[in-house]
């Protein structure tokens, strides 16, 4: 586990993460290395980065499009 300060967006889901140094509207909070920089799919439950599965499939469904290209540009320059 890492600490991370992050800040919470209106739907409750982490938005944005600055470690590690505070800031003004952020919080400190524990995660898994691996939620470090995962936004808005990942809520803080009693101080804890959680990944909200569901969340992240919806996500990943509405930018199919975005992920794909990203990835055929990436094998261009493997």
Same mark, same amino acid.
């Given at each position: 586990m890492v600490k #991370?300060? *992050?800040k919470i967006g209106a739907d409750g889901?982490?938005?944005e993460w600055v #470690?590690? /140094?505070a800031e003004d509207g952020y919080m400190l909070i524990e995660s898994e290395e691996s939620l470090v920089t995962n936004n808005d799919c *990942? /809520?803080?439950v009693n101080g804890i980065a959680v990944l909200? /599965? #569901?969340k992240q499939e919806e996500l990943q469904e509405e930018n199919?499009?975005?992920i794909e290209m990203l990835e055929r540009e990436k094998a261009m320059y493997e």
């Open positions: #991370a300060f *992050v889901y982490v938005n #470690a590690p /140094k *990942v /809520k803080v909200d /599965k #569901a199919k499009e975005m």
